[in-house]
T-cell receptor, first 115, second 116 residues
């Protein structure tokens, strides 16, 4: 079974600075997807960024980028120019290419942004 | 695209009662997923449907839980004889999966269940 580990329960960043959230996963599959989801307090979970395992190029979405290291099974999220609205719980998630498409989530990292 | 809609937003009930939640997915999405999220944890998969067929159920889904998706549109999740441990946020998500499309899951706001 696949597992996802987020080793940082909580992180803080100063507004306009850069922060990196860590995620490692365990799988025996070669084809899969990785995601970062953002969940603001009492609000809907929103997709931040997605990475296909077969792509070597790291995904980027505006201020959000990932460092995908397939051999190391590592998938970190970098947030540049942090904004107050980035404060939320961030979840790393894994999805198999072939088996049901269910998401396997990590425990999450709370990101606090200081003004 | 009106997003995934879940009702009710909050449900408070006494232990032993039955509860039912509803999820309306994004209209063209053929897959619908249920997850459970306890405080401070990531969501855990419960079950999913492709159209009206329930294709996978987690071991977390005990006999007291049942989910349906009649006609492949909205879905309901029923919990019978609720227990304290059922207190959680129940999240619904939907996606469009096909031969040429494999989109990410879009989540609803969730239904928060509190058992007294």
């Amino acid at each position: 079974a696949q597992t996802v580990t987020q080793s940082q329960p909580e992180m803080s960043v100063q507004e306009a600075e850069t922060v990196t959230l860590s995620c490692t996963y365990d799988t025996s599959e070669s084809d899969y997807y990785l995601f970062w989801y953002k969940q603001p307090p009492s609000r809907q979970m929103i997709l931040v960024i997605r990475q296909e395992a077969y792509k070597q190029q790291n995904a980027t979405e505006n201020r959000f980028s990932v460092n995908f290291q397939k051999a190391a099974k590592s998938f970190s999220l970098k947030i540049s120019d942090s904004q107050l609205g980035d404060a939320a719980m961030y979840f790393c998630a894994y999805r198999s290419e072939w088996y049901g498409n269910k998401l396997v989530f990590g425990a999450g990292t709370i990101l606090r942004v200081k003004s | 695209d009106t997003g995934v809609s879940q009702n009710p937003r909050h449900k408070i009930t006494k232990r032993g009662q039955n509860v039912t939640f509803r999820c309306d997915p994004i209209s063209e999405h053929n897959r619908l997923y249920w997850y459970r999220q306890t405080l401070g944890q990531g969501p855990e998969f419960l079950t999913y449907f492709q159209n009206e067929a329930q294709l996978e159920k987690s071991r977390l889904l005990s006999d007291r839980f049942s989910a349906e998706r009649p006609k492949g549109s909205f879905s309901t999740l029923e919990i019978q004889r609720t227990e304290q441990g059922d207190s959680a946020m129940y999240l619904c998500a939907s996606s469009l999966v096909g031969a040429v499309s494999n989109q990410p899951q879009h989540f609803g706001d969730g239904t928060r269940l509190s058992i007294l």
